[in-house]
């Protein structure tokens, strides 16, 4: 019997818990999956020491970037990326950090394909956003990142106008904002110059239709939620555990 489980902050709500216990119930495995709520990711190691038997962690808000320090070794495509979402403990107890955000996203965005305009607007900086933007440069997007702070490679939320809006066909929303318990929350973009040529991508998927969603939608646009990426990397990890 093995054990896996996710690290992250205020995590109750958890889609990687529900969906490995059903998995296993479901395969009859005997494995379970457990949600390890941390405030600091220092206590990883403690995590990792009362609980010899875990063989796979998932990694979530906040710790997809400062978790890789504590890690033996990253994956290719987790190091370019500068952020991990799926440890793998292998039997010589390494820990190896891998990122199945990018391939979660890309599964979903396939769906929504082809936008009027390879051209993207990220709201965010975090860990999240760097798998999303991985994965448009390989697509070839145009991108530009959208930040609470002034920085060298992105634009500020008041920069944002009619000519950035209406040239930009995808939107994702890779900020926590909106999310459960804090779902009367939303990015503050000009949403009056959404239209209907739009896609509207939000990562949370708890509630099942954010503020930031229902906006962009009563605007025309196409909208997702992140709950089929997530589903697709989770599935991405299970791999990457079982190999």
């Not at 709520?37 to 906040?62: R, S, W």
């Not at 009619?162 to 929303?173: A, C, T, W």
């Not at 009367?184 to 708890?206: G, M, Q, S, V």
Request: hydrophobic share 35%.
């Amino acid at each position: 019997m093995a054990k896996y489980g996710l690290i992250g902050t205020n995590i109750g709500y958890s889609f990687s818990k529900t969906f490995f216990s059903i998995k296993f119930e479901r395969e009859k495995r005997k494995d379970s999956y457990h949600n390890f709520d941390i405030t600091k990711i220092d206590q990883l190691p403690e995590i990792l020491k009362n609980n010899p038997d875990i063989k796979g962690l998932n990694v979530t808000i906040p710790f997809k970037e400062s978790v890789i320090p504590f890690l033996n070794k990253l994956d290719k495509e987790a190091k370019e990326i500068g952020a991990v979402n799926t440890i793998k403990i292998n039997k010589e107890g390494k820990l190896i950090g891998y990122n199945t955000d990018h391939y979660g996203f890309a599964k979903a965005l396939m769906e929504f394909l082809p936008i009027k305009e390879k051209k993207a607007l990220l709201l965010g900086t975090g860990g999240a956003c760097k798998a999303i933007k991985y994965v448009l440069k390989t697509m070839n997007f145009d991108i530009i990142q959208v930040s609470r702070t002034k920085r060298e490679d992105t634009i500020l939320y008041s920069d944002l106008n009619r000519e950035l809006i209406s040239k930009n066909y995808l939107i994702v929303n890779c900020t926590p904002l909106g999310t459960f318990p804090n779902i009367h929350e939303f990015p503050n973009i000009p949403y009056e110059f959404i239209t209907k040529k739009h896609l509207a991508f939000d990562l949370t998927y708890n509630p099942r239709e954010t503020e930031f969603m229902k906006l962009c939608k009563s605007r025309g646009a196409m909208v997702s939620n992140g709950l089929k990426m997530l589903e697709f990397q989770a599935k991405k990890a299970w791999t990457i555990w079982k190999s």
